[in-house]
């Protein structure tokens, strides 16, 4: 904790950190305001409490061990971002106690001397958004999800049970089924070499679909694979035909990074995530034809200035759940899971998570299943409700209904 509240990294530089004066206790009309940020360390997590009389706590805890910060808060001057000044730290520039933090659009960064700096905190770069309390009970829909544990892709049911191994490892990854629920594309990994397979849904009939590439995702038909290919410097979009083993064709080609592709229900759009804005720096969502024309941006940095990865369409095509990170580099540390509308409108954050949380849709489009702090959890679409499926899984994909 002493690296978070003295450091802070910007542009790959790290400088210590100063704080933000202090206005009058702001007026607000709630009671006490509560956020958790989980981290990617099994078991440790943080909880702020934002009080009326404009007191904090920040609670820092892993396992028996905790550690409880006081401070107050108040609302930045020169926006309607939230300030914290810390007690009890040193301030060698004079600006101040200690050091200020604020939240924006879900995350939380610092402010040094009463100015905004849009970067994410070290140890673990925390990320906030609202939680309804503790992880609690299963799903109220009835399913099935792949998801990976130790480099082997499983298959659970939704309330937890049902564990069966499908594949074999060591090296399995990014599941992802067909529209119909009865295969399974993933990527395998040996080595330095990544490639496409598929499976069938009890782990059989194991064929290759591409020597190359990852983050599979399926046409509404069935017939191609969208991933995640590698040109000889940077990686691309390309498909490939799931029934044979066709050269791939590569639908983007402008450089950069390139990742997580996402077909859309109606077929007519693909996700994705590049830093064409600004390399290694912005990560924003796109969208483009399966042909690789008409590109629109999704998720930009107005929705968040941050970066967004791993567009998942809602089964109506509607909304996109996505995943934002405060942080660069194609860092992702932690993270908030939120959602927006299919023409780019509405964005709004549903719940912290850690890291690449990979959602996944209900087939009703009522929950979303999504990674956090090394386990399988879920929350309601509009974010009312949270619980969890499993411990000790990462990237799930929930199962389609079968016709």
Request: aromatic share 10%.
């Amino acid at each position: 904790m002493s690296s978070l509240v003295h450091r802070l990294r910007v542009a790959g530089a790290a400088i210590v950190i100063g704080c933000a004066e202090m206005g009058p206790p702001p007026t607000v009309s709630f009671t006490a305001y509560e956020r958790e940020t989980p981290h990617t360390v099994a078991g440790r997590h943080s909880r702020y409490v934002l009080r009326s009389n404009g007191t904090f706590d920040l609670r820092d805890w892993t396992g028996a061990d905790t550690t409880t910060y006081t401070g107050r808060w108040t609302l930045s001057p020169q926006t309607s971002h939230t300030l914290l000044d810390f007690d009890g730290f040193a301030d060698p520039y004079g600006c101040g106690e200690g050091f200020g933090a604020f939240l924006m659009n879900g995350h939380m960064a610092v402010s040094y001397c009463g100015v905004m700096l849009q970067a994410g905190l070290e140890e673990g770069v925390y990320s906030s958004a609202p939680v309804p309390g503790s992880p609690g009970p299963a799903p109220s829909q009835a399913g099935q999800i792949a998801f990976v544990r130790d480099g082997r892709i499983y298959l659970a049911n939704t309330d937890g049970g049902g564990l069966v191994p499908l594949s074999s490892g060591p090296g399995d990854g990014d599941p992802a089924w067909s529209p119909d629920g009865n295969r399974i594309a993933f990527t395998r990994t040996s080595g330095t070499t990544s490639g496409i397979y598929i499976m069938d849904a009890d782990g059989g009939n194991v064929v290759q679909r591409a020597t190359s590439g990852g983050d599979p995702s399926w046409s509404p038909d069935g017939e191609w694979l969208a991933f995640t290919c590698m040109n000889p410097v940077m990686p691309d979009i390309c498909l490939a035909k799931s029934d044979d083993a066709s050269t791939p064709d590569r639908i983007t080609h402008d450089g950069g990074q390139v990742g997580y592709a996402a077909w859309s229900p109606d077929g007519t759009r693909i996700a994705f995530t590049s830093d064409w804005a600004a390399y290694d720096l912005v990560f924003d969502i796109y969208v483009v034809a399966p042909d690789g024309s008409h590109r629109t941006t999704l998720v930009t940095t107005t929705h968040s200035p941050y970066e967004h990865y791993q567009a998942a369409w809602s089964p109506d095509g509607q909304r996109v759940a996505f995943v934002s990170c405060p942080w660069g580099w194609n860092i992702c540390s932690s993270s908030v899971l939120a959602v927006i509308g299919a023409d780019g409108s509405g964005a709004r954050a549903l719940v912290a998570a850690s890291g690449f949380a990979s959602p996944t849709w209900s087939p009703d489009g009522q929950i979303i299943a999504f990674a956090s702090s090394r386990a399988i959890d879920w929350v309601s679409a509009d974010g009312a409700q949270r619980g969890r499926i499993i411990d000790n899984g990462t990237s799930p994909a929930w199962r389609p209904e079968r016709p």
